[in-house]
């Protein structure tokens, strides 16, 4: 029976091709234009985000071969742009419960309650595919989720100035409406609204739940050390699984690893840092382990430096895939919905509580937090307010709760001091006002005013 969904294999390590991904559709036949799609991305950006960007696209694929519909036709891939986005905007409507409104020469999408959180994934992976597919010269139209009218309309803004038919004058000249730094995205469809949110892991005892997961589908030493490695540093797995031996041995410290980060082209950029447990399992892993592995069985110091530090079953090196298979395989059984990159949130939030906690003054706070972002190599030094405004949230609810707590004891004391008032006047004898109460002439005086 055919699977319900687009889905891809890996090549079997025995096997040679060209192909080290292959993607099937629901018929069960390999599909080449998303599996040339992954090997062209992966060429340009890491393994893990091309096998991202590659997965946002099977439930579209799928919905475009059951239900998609342009003037009574089933809509394939290849067809015209017009096709291409009537399709899109019928998938965000009916599958990811987006509004959908014109806008000149493009479409605004706004998401709503019921929206998924993929939805820019989604359209980026789209844009970046028909990219790939017009490279690739397998596409003959342009790019259907580009606004070719945008991008004309932004460079005539550029380039002509105030003098009709002439260029524009040197900005010096004062003459010309300055250009805006930031342009309008090149999109057809494009999400307002829409702003990068961090996720916040607040569980300080999620590492040892991955751990324990891990141990129960008898994970390696290398599948151990790596998921350590993830909750410690910080790090993306891609930035530990690629690393070799010299970048262990380039740091001072035995606790330290140097490595690459996303847009720094394998240049190593930054350090991880982690404990000295980690350092006795590292160690342990490749005299051991890996010195099984490897082809000449050696150990760390007679291993050169452009040895990979983590190698598969046949001795190659280890890539992110790999290892992904393991991890997954872990979370499926144990029943935690965890990928891994919740373990670089789930650090970044762990720091920054350590940093309210152990800081004395502001000023050995700001320098504790600039040294996280430096750290974590943030282009953006504002990204990490967005944590704290976590960390603001969480006061608020302790703020909020104590008052909680002053209010029910306050309740509690009153309720005590009513019942004691009604105690004391339920034993006062009744004042039997058949008796006359004799009062002072000059106290009556008094009250008639």
Known sequence: MAPSTFYYMYCPEDIKSRYHLLVFDTQNQPFLPLTDFYHDCKGRISESSALSYLKNLFPFFTWLEVYSNYQGKTVRWYN????????????????MACKVREKDSFRFINRTVKSPNTVNRFLSSLKSFYTSMNRLKQYRYPNPLIDTHSVVHE???QTEGVRTGKPRMPNVAGTEEPIPHRRLTDSYFKLINEEWQPEIIGDIHLPYQVYQAGKQ?????REMVIARLLFESGARASEIIQVTIGDYRSRKSFQELSTFTKGSHG???KFLRFSKDTVKLLHRYINTERKKLDILHRSFDTLPDDSPLFLTEVGTPFTYASWYYHWNKAMKTSGLKINPHKARHWFVTTRLREIYSVSTTENEMIQRKNQLIKYMKWKQSD???????YFDEEKHREAHDSMFNNMMA???EYLEHKKKKIKQKSNVPLVRTSIPIEI???IQALLKF
Do not use: F, G, Q
Not at 81 to 91: H, N, T
Not at 217 to 221: A, G, H, Q, R
Not at 383 to 389: A, S
């Open 155 to 157: 460079y005539k803004s």
């Open 383 to 389: 990204t990490i307010d967005i944590y704290e405004h």
């Open 267 to 269: 240049r190593r950029v």
């Open 440 to 442: 002072d002439e000059d």
């Open 80 to 95: 015209e742009p017009p096709a291409i986005r009537v399709a899109v905007e019928d998938y965000l409507i009916d599958e």
């Open 410 to 412: 306050k309740e509690k």
């Open 217 to 221: 589908v008898n994970w390696s030493l």
